[in-house]
T-cell receptor, first 113, second 113 residues
């Protein structure tokens, strides 16, 4: 039973445009969400997070939106750069962080020059 | 620079052999984790430790063992009981609870000869 779903295995955008990566979850008890970025043969790098008490969090070019009623979150990258090409993982935890992270399968983003 | 070091980067194992993957961190983090990643899959938690001399099973602990004798070190042993050990193994650490961003090593790719 996949509790965190990233339904798009891949996404391709032009440099300078917006990239939107989506993530859906099924467990309404999740209260904290994180996005990680991963280059090939490297470990994931933390990108941005959001608590369920918020609906938006911004950090430079990266913004995460949370829609609790739809159990949906999205990561916006504006403007997209070729160096953003990587696999992006959505992860969720609940019970104030005392439970393990549940990861989605990832979305491979390709930003074309 | 603080970080997580996993060694070796590539590891080969013969059938029936145990093998130990090393993970060392100098971030002074209390919590450490081991994940497994298979192609096209998200990260799955094998074991985690929130304090020295204590650790808990994750989702896929069968065929694996760990120890946490020092704060800096969290080695993972892949035993012969693990029937499908070929995978990319990632070690991570964090300050405390799961909703704190985890810092990852660059991984060890284990293959069966």
């Amino acid at each position: 039973d996949q509790q965190v779903k990233q339904n798009s295995p891949s996404l391709s955008v032009q440099e300078g445009r917006i990239s939107i990566l989506n993530c859906d979850y099924t467990n309404s008890m999740f209260d904290y969400f994180l996005w990680y970025k991963k280059y090939p043969a490297e470990g994931p790098t933390f990108l941005i997070s959001i608590s369920s008490i918020k609906d938006k969090n911004e950090d430079g070019r990266f913004t995460v939106f949370l829609n609790k009623s739809a159990k949906h979150l999205s990561l916006h990258i504006v403007p997209s750069q070729p160096g953003d090409s990587a696999v992006y993982f959505c992860a969720a935890s609940y019970q104030g962080g005392s439970e393990k992270l549940v990861f989605g399968k990832g979305t491979k983003l390709t930003v074309n020059p | 620079d603080g970080g997580i070091t996993q060694s070796p980067k590539y590891l080969f194992r013969k059938e029936g052999q145990n093998v130990t993957l090393s993970c060392e961190q100098n971030l002074n983090h209390d919590a450490m984790y081991w994940y497994r990643q298979d192609p096209g899959q998200g990260l799955r938690l094998i074991y985690y430790s929130q304090i020295v001399n204590d650790f808990q099973k994750g989702d896929i602990a069968e065929g694996y063992s760990v120890s946490r004798e020092k704060k800096e070190s969290f080695p993972l042993t892949v035993t012969s009981a693990q029937k499908n050990p070929t995978a990319f193994y990632l070690c991570a650490s964090s300050i405390g609870q799961f909703n704190q961003p985890q810092h990852f090593g660059d991984g060890t790719r284990l293959s069966i000869l």
